[in-house]
Each structure stands twice: as C-alpha cells, then as structure tokens.
C-alpha cells in the first residue's frame, strides 16, 4: 500500500497505523488488515472504474443490515477514493471457524433479519451480485420480480455470451407459468442476497458477522438456497432457521429454482464449467 494512502487511513482513524497486511481470499478487490497499537480495521480497495460505486453499494448494504439489529456486519469508518483508487475500511472481524453453536446462532440470526420485511420485493437502488449488475426494481409480485430481475436478466447475458442457445431459454410466459403455482404466500423478507460460506464471519468470541451482501427483500428461501449450493452449511444451522421458518412441500422445488440465479450467475462470471448444473435445471422445470 503506498504511503500517501496509509498516512490518509491514519488521520481518518486517528491513530498511528503499525502494520498493514495482506488478507486473502477475496476474488474482486485487494484486501488488507490495517493495524494500529490499539485495534484492527479492514480495508478493501480496487482501481477499477465502478469501484467506488461497488464499495457505496457494498457500505449500503452493511448499513442496511447492521440497523436491523438482527445480526452483526462489520461498522464501516470510511468509502472514499483517493489517487483514483477507491476504498472501503471497516472494523477488522477476527474470526474463528464455527462451533456447532455458532452455525445454530447465525441460523437463529438470520431467521431474525429474515423477520424484516417491506411493501414490495427489491429494493430502493440497483446493486451487484459478484461484479455483476443486480437490479432491483420494486415489483409487489414475487413472481414478476424473480422473473425480470433475477431470471431473466442472467439468461439474456448467457445468450449474449453464447453460453446458452435461444432454444435452452425459457420465454417470459414459460417462467412465469412454472413459478405462479410455486410462489404463493410469499412475503418480501431482507436478504443478504450472497449468502455462500465465504460471506459471513464468526467472531472469537462467537459473534455471527454478514460480509459482502446483496441484499433486497425477497424471499426467505432465496438465502438458504444459496447456503446450500456448494456443499452446505452445519446442520444445527438449518435445524435452528427451520425451526422458525417452516418448509413445505414446495420448499426443495423453490431452493432449486432459486440456486438456478446463482448458477446463471456463475455461468456468465466464470463460463462453461456451469452449463451442466444450469441446463439440468432449466429442462427440469421449464
Ligand atoms: P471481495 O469482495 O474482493 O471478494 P471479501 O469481502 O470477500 O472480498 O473479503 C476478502 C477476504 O477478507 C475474505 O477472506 C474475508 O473473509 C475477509 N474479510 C472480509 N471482511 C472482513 C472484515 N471486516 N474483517 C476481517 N476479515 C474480513
């Protein structure tokens, strides 16, 4: 980190910084562990164009969250962009890995900002989904907002990358016919929107932390579909969120159809190597 931006994060956090590490694991922006006598902060940064954009989207959505009083993300102290590179700093988690009792509280905690809910599916600005754009235009229809938010939008992006043909996408009509015995009594709920085991943290001592959301209201499924899709979390995690937010029949057919999002997703971030799991999706239910 250059010197002139380590002397700017000292006089934001007032204090002399003693060390600056890398972190890794991130796949989008450059991250470090800023030190300073007394406490740890973390700062992601990143010179590409939008990424100033990114980091307010980002510091949104943790702000979104945090208020809620729900669940923890980290407080954000700063997004600014200095000598064209854009900022994020943040308090430092230290994490640990989970306990068993940590999946159950973070399960709980969930369930708890899932209880938070709104007049209508999206959210008031547009937003990202990896380095992809999410848009979030209001719709009081599940079934509309899933359809030309979430589906669609990826499917068209697939075919313009010619990772789908024309005949492997479903219509407008097609989805929507699929989705309207699927989608009932469905309640707007705050997501995360990104819920895959590299975003959240638990703290030593055991505090579940949200990193890098995307959030919306949408439903509460959509969260647990995306715990699932590589691997899965604890299962004291689903016993505990399952405990408050009952499954029906319905609830498998809905996590796949809600997974397929994400592997769209995937699909045009990362290419071919998600086609099969998509296509299998695509001709099960369309
Ligand atoms: P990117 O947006 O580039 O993917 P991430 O937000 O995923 O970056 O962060 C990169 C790494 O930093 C991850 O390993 C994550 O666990 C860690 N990390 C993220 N936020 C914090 C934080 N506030 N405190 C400590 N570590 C963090």
Redesign the pocket.
């Known amino acids: 980190m250059n010197n002139d931006l380590k002397s700017l994060l000292s006089k934001i956090l007032n204090e002399s910084i003693t060390k600056v590490s890398p ?7 450059k ?1 470090f562990k800023i030190e300073t006598s007394n406490n740890a902060y ?1 700062l ?1 940064s990143n010179n590409v164009s939008n990424a100033s954009n990114m980091f307010q989207i980002e510091a949104y959505g943790l702000q979104v969250i945090r208020k809620t009083n729900t669940i923890k993300t ?1 407080k954000v102290l700063a997004c600014d962009t200095f000598q064209n590179v854009a900022f994020l700093l ?4 230290d ?1 640990k890995s989970p306990s068993s009792v940590d999946y159950k509280n973070l399960g709980y905690q969930l369930a708890q900002l899932h209880q938070c809910t709104s007049d209508s599916f999206g959210l008031d600005q547009d937003n990202f989904i990896g380095s992809l754009p999410q848009s979030n235009r209001q719709n009081t229809t599940w079934v509309d907002f899933y359809t030309t938010e979430r589906l669609l939008p990826q499917l068209e992006l697939a075919k313009q990358k010619q990772l789908l043909s024309k005949n492997e996408c479903p219509s407008i009509q097609n989805i929507k016919s699929t989705l309207e015995s699927l989608f009932t009594n469905i309640k707007p709920a705050l997501l995360h929107g990104d819920l895959w085991s ?1 975003n959240y ?1 638990i703290s030593k001592d055991g505090t579940p932390y949200l ?2 959301p995307a959030i919306y209201y949408g439903h509460h499924e959509v969260d647990i579909a995306m715990t699932k899709l590589f691997g899965g979390f604890d299962t004291s995690f689903y016993e505990t969120y399952s405990s408050l937010f009952k499954n029906d029949e319905n609830t498998s057919t809905r996590i796949e159809i809600y997974q397929l999002y994400y592997l769209l997703v995937h699909l045009n971030l990362f290419g071919r190597s998600y086609y099969g799991s998509v296509s299998s999706i695509l001709k099960k239910y369309f």
Do not use: R
Request: aromatic share 10%.
């Open positions: 972190v890794h694991g991130g796949d989008i922006s991250a973390f992601k980290p943040m308090e430092f988690i994490s590299g943290l990193i890098d």
